[in-house]
Nanobody
């Protein structure tokens, strides 16, 4: 099993920045893939960005150049640095880990981009 604890959401003005953190109960390099998803009201949950155990990263087109995923193996934590935030980035952001053939999810953290 993998437990995930997220933090870092909040309210930010358009153009602002936030950094989300996802701490895993297992070493992140042992996890097949970790990533961030988001779900806006009335919409389906969608992939934002993810990273494989080998370090390959993948980003949704809408966030390329604005969001940066990183991993700290020593802290078993994956970060999502979000810059140049837009109102359409408003959503609940969820961390997901794929391990042992299963998906594990964090509790979600709200990100609101509004003036």
């Amino acid at each position: 099993q993998v437990q995930l604890v997220e933090s870092g959401g909040g309210l930010v003005q358009p153009g602002g920045s936030l950094r989300l953190s996802c701490a895993a109960s297992r070493p992140v390099f042992m996890i097949n893939a970790m990533g961030w998803f988001r779900q806006a009201p009335g919409k389906q949950r969608e992939l934002v960005a993810d990273i494989t155990g080998g370090g390959r990263m993948n980003y949704q087109d809408a966030v390329k150049g604005r969001f940066t995923l990183s991993r700290d193996n020593a802290k078993s934590t994956v970060y999502l640095k979000m810059e140049s935030l837009k109102p359409e980035d408003t959503a609940v952001y969820y961390c997901r880990a794929q391990y042992g053939g299963r998906d594990y999810w964090g509790q979600g953290t709200q990100v609101t981009v509004s003036s």
